[in-house]
């Protein structure tokens, strides 16, 4: 767990022997030159590190490194793709970064069929930042707003999910609204974020389907039915649709096409919009608009938000269109007008006796915190959910049978967490490493535990103890 890094390292050091015996033919020279800034630093870094320490920091023995490195020494044209398991962790910005390296070694930023693709666990996360939905908003957002609907947006930076959930439990938050999702089943430290919700004067929450946050709630709370994107929304005859960001940076259109299980359903933007209307009579803003018809919402994204120039129209077409994205293009709005590589150690996570490194997981059976099923055919187990993966070994040293039941706890911050009633199975992953499943084992990540810039909870690199139930 967390051996990404020292993967990554491995894998630079080993093409910079390439290099060395096939000079000019491994290494992008020509690239790095122009494109680039830091390259003999990291080239020197590389020089310093010792094999030995990040093979065995990674998990992965030398010779499966070397097949990896063979396969990609001669190519000008590389893809990286990564999900939650690099981003949840203390160190992950800094890993996400080293694979930034890797690809400028290369060359590979900047042309077709090369880059970086993070693989997002929504279909619209990346659009939701696109629309401003930060807690840091730029400045030129906030002016585009002033000036499109004649408003005064607040300058002052807003909280994020970890530190909305610090706000609620000192009393500075009092009022949450969810806009769909799953708030309590999906974010760390469960117990902990159940006592900030209820310390709410009021929750409200956008939902299609029931879940575990509409039973947790503050003083007061609202339950507001809506439409899924799935289904169908006439407004005065005209059927809607929404656009949605893909992680590849392409927007398109999406039309429900089932039929709704009420008439009375609202849509998500008429929802924000009745609100806007009760809650501010006196608006500049021509909220009415927007619910009859969605194009005059993607008109006002269009004055607002750079790179949606004709977006009624572009979004019409086909599959939708590119927004712009200046390292796609060799363009890199860096200080400098260049990438820069970066220089970072691993951190290797300490382990006292007794303790072992956990890491959440999703199923086949699940998709977030919505679970289908209680199967999971990617790793041959049926009918649980509530289990924890180890090595056989350590099992065999802690006296703990296959399919035992045994209890998690982790004490991060002097604070306990406990897990309790899960099955202990024996699986191939690496001694003093377990695993379990999102969102079940939540209650055991420290909401104060986060990945270093981004504030990230480090929900694959969790310490726990295990005892015997």
Same mark, same amino acid.
């Given at each position: 767990?967390?051996?990404d890094?020292a993967?990554?390292?491995?894998i630079? !050091?080993?093409?910079l022997?390439?290099? =060395?015996t096939?000079?000019g033919?491994?290494l ?5 030159a122009? !494109?680039t800034e ?7 870094h590389?020089?310093n590190?010792s094999?030995?320490?990040l093979v065995?920091?990674?998990?992965i ?7 990896v490195v063979k396969?990609i020494?001669?190519?000008?044209k590389?893809i ?7 981003t949840?962790?203390?160190n992950s910005?800094?890993?996400?970064k080293?694979?930034v ?11 077709a069929?090369?880059? $970086?693709?993070?693989?997002r666990g ?8 696109t ?8 400045k030129n957002?906030l002016?585009n ?7 005064s947006?607040?300058r ?8 909305? %959930?610090e706000a609620?439990?000192?009393?500075k938050a009092?009022f949450?609204?969810?806009m769909?999702g =799953?708030f309590?089943?999906?974010t ?8 900030a ?12 389907k029931?879940?575990r946050?509409?039973?947790?709630h503050?003083?007061?709370?609202l %339950?507001?039915p809506?439409?899924?994107r799935?289904?169908?929304d006439? !407004?005065n005859?005209q059927?809607?649709? @929404? ?8 927007v398109?259109?999406?039309?429900? !096409?089932?039929?709704?299980?009420s008439?009375?359903l609202?849509s ?11 809650v ?5 803003i ?5 619910i ?5 919402i993607?008109d006002?994204?269009?004055k607002?938000?750079?790179?949606f120039?004709?977006y009624n ?8 269109f590119?927004?712009?994205?200046g390292?796609r293009?060799?363009d890199f709005?860096?200080? %400098?007008?260049?990438a820069k590589?970066?220089v970072s150690?691993?951190s290797?996570?300490?382990l006292?006796e007794g303790e ?5 997981i999703?199923?086949h059976?699940q998709? =977030? ?6 199967n999971?055919?990617?790793?041959g187990i049926?009918?649980e959910?509530?289990v924890v993966l180890?090595?056989?070994e350590?099992?065999k040293e ?8 045994? =209890? ?5 911050g002097?604070? $306990? ?5 899960f ?5 191939d992953?690496p001694r003093?490493? @377990?695993a ?5 084992a ?9 990945a ?6 480090t929900s694959?690199?969790v310490v726990i103890?295990?005892r015997?139930?």
């Amino acid at each position: 767990i967390n051996g990404d890094m020292a993967l990554l390292q491995a894998i630079a !050091k080993l093409l910079l022997e390439e290099e =060395n015996t096939h000079p000019g033919k491994v290494l992008d020279h020509e690239f790095m030159a122009e !494109k680039t800034e830091g390259a003999e630093s990291y080239l020197q870094h590389l020089q310093n590190l010792s094999m030995d320490t990040l093979v065995e920091n990674c998990g992965i023995p030398i010779e499966q490194i070397r097949e990896v490195v063979k396969a990609i020494r001669f190519k000008n044209k590389m893809i990286i793709c990564w999900a939650m398991g690099l981003t949840q962790h203390k160190n992950s910005v800094d890993t996400i970064k080293e694979i930034v390296n890797l690809l400028l070694l290369k060359g590979s930023i900047g042309k077709a069929g090369a880059g $970086t693709c993070p693989v997002r666990g929504h279909s619209n996360v990346q659009g939701d930042r696109t629309m401003g939905i930060y807690e840091k908003p730029p400045k030129n957002l906030l002016d585009n707003l002033e000036k499109v609907f004649g408003i005064s947006p607040p300058r002052e930076y807003g909280y994020d999910t970890v530190d909305s %959930i610090e706000a609620m439990q000192q009393g500075k938050a009092k009022f949450f609204m969810g806009m769909g999702g =799953n708030f309590l089943s999906a974010t760390p430290d469960t117990h902990y974020t159940a006592e900030a919700l209820r310390k709410c004067n009021m929750t409200v929450q956008v939902s299609t389907k029931l879940n575990r946050s509409h039973l947790v709630h503050g003083k007061r709370a609202l %339950i507001l039915p809506t439409l899924g994107r799935s289904d169908e929304d006439y !407004k005065n005859g005209q059927q809607q649709f @929404v656009s949605v960001e893909n992680s590849t940076g392409v927007v398109h259109s999406s039309h429900g !096409k089932l039929k709704p299980v009420s008439d009375k359903l609202l849509s998500e933007p008429e929802i924000i919009c009745r609100m806007a209307q009760a809650v501010l009579p006196d608006s500049k803003i021509n909220w009415a608009k927007f619910i009859v018809n969605y194009d005059h919402i993607r008109d006002a994204i269009e004055k607002c938000i750079p790179g949606f120039d004709d977006y009624n129209r572009r979004v019409r077409r086909g599959r939708g269109f590119y927004l712009p994205n200046g390292a796609r293009q060799g363009d890199f709005e860096t200080d %400098i007008g260049k990438a820069k590589f970066t220089v970072s150690d691993i951190s290797p996570i300490p382990l006292e006796e007794g303790e072992f490194l956990m890491m959440t997981i999703r199923s086949h059976d699940q998709y =977030n915190t919505t679970i289908y099923g209680l199967n999971d055919r990617y790793r041959g187990i049926r009918n649980e959910r509530r289990v924890v993966l180890m090595h056989r070994e350590d099992m065999k040293e802690m006296g703990i049978e296959n399919k035992a039941v045994v =209890n998690l706890y982790n004490h991060h911050g002097g604070r $306990t967490r406990e897990a309790h009633n899960f099955i202990a199975l024996a699986y191939d992953i690496p001694r003093r490493m @377990v695993a379990t499943y999102f969102p079940e084992a939540n209650v055991l990540v420290p909401v104060k535990s986060t990945a270093k810039y981004s504030n990230t909870p480090t929900s694959k690199s969790v310490v726990i103890t295990i005892r015997k139930n």
